[in-house]
């Protein structure tokens, strides 16, 4: 069965800080899609980045940065230089074949001025 | 985000009462997906549906939900005699027809039952 799991609950850092957000997955399909969504304080869910099993390319776009590597199934994202508007949850999923995304609990992120 | 609209953005219903949710998908979007998020918690999927069809509703409780996409108009869910736990966050995300473009998620529905 998928799952996706997002150890740390709740982190906070102080402004400029770079700062890692785990993700580890599980599936059994050798074709699936991982995403992270950011939520802010007003609640709608923000895409951030889709990256598919095939690709193992770290993507860095602008301050925001992530690792996927297939052996330890883990799709971790970084923030560098973080700022008080990067404060929200942070969600990372997973979608198999068949449609649908499974999330993980998510990380709140506080960023501290 | 905008091209998924949503409404209303909040409902209050007192328990007993049905609540519907609607979800107009982006254009040209064909496939429709509910998820819920309760308090403190992730999105959990619900529901996915294609025009006049459900396609996977294995996470839908068994009983009051249910969900249409009809062939003209928005996606509707409806939750019949709300009860305080279906207090909650539902989002709704279309894709178009090919599945690698992935979702785009509506501003959501925050529906509380007092």
């Known amino acids: 069965a998928q799952k996706v799991t997002q150890a740390q609950t709740e982190i906070s850092v102080v402004e400029k800080e770079d700062v890692t957000l785990d993700c580890v997955y599980e599936?059994?399909?050798?074709?699936?899609?991982l995403f992270w969504y950011k939520q802010p304080p007003s609640g709608e869910l923000v895409f951030l980045i889709r990256?598919?099993?095939?690709?193992?390319q770290n993507e860095i776009s602008g301050r925001y940065s992530w690792n996927f590597q297939k052996s330890t199934s883990s799709f971790n994202f970084t923030i560098t230089a973080s700022q008080v508007v990067d404060s929200a949850v942070y969600f990372c999923a997973l979608r198999e074949y068949g449609n649908k995304l499974v999330f993980g609990a998510g990380t709140i992120l506080r960023v501290k001025s | 985000n905008a091209g998924v609209m949503q409404n209303p953005r909040h409902l209050v219903r007192r328990r007993g009462q049905e609540a519907r949710l609607r979800c107009s998908p982006m254009k040209g979007h064909s496939h429709v997906y509910w998820y819920r998020q309760l308090p403190e918690e992730g999105l959990k999927f619900m529901v996915y549906l294609q025009k006049e069809n459900i396609i996977d509703e294995s996470g839908m409780p068994k009983e009051r939900f249910s969900a249409e996409f009809p062939k003209e108009g928005p996606s509707i869910l409806r939750i019949q005699q709300v009860v305080r736990g279906d207090s909650a966050a539902y989002f709704c995300?279309?894709?178009?027809?090919?599945?690698?473009?992935?979702?785009?998620f509506g501003s959501g529905t925050r529906l509380t039952v007092v």
């Open positions: 995300a279309s894709s178009p027809q090919t599945e690698d473009y992935g979702y785009t």
């Open positions: 990256r598919n099993s095939f690709d193992e």
């Open positions: 599936t059994r399909d050798t074709t699936y899609y």
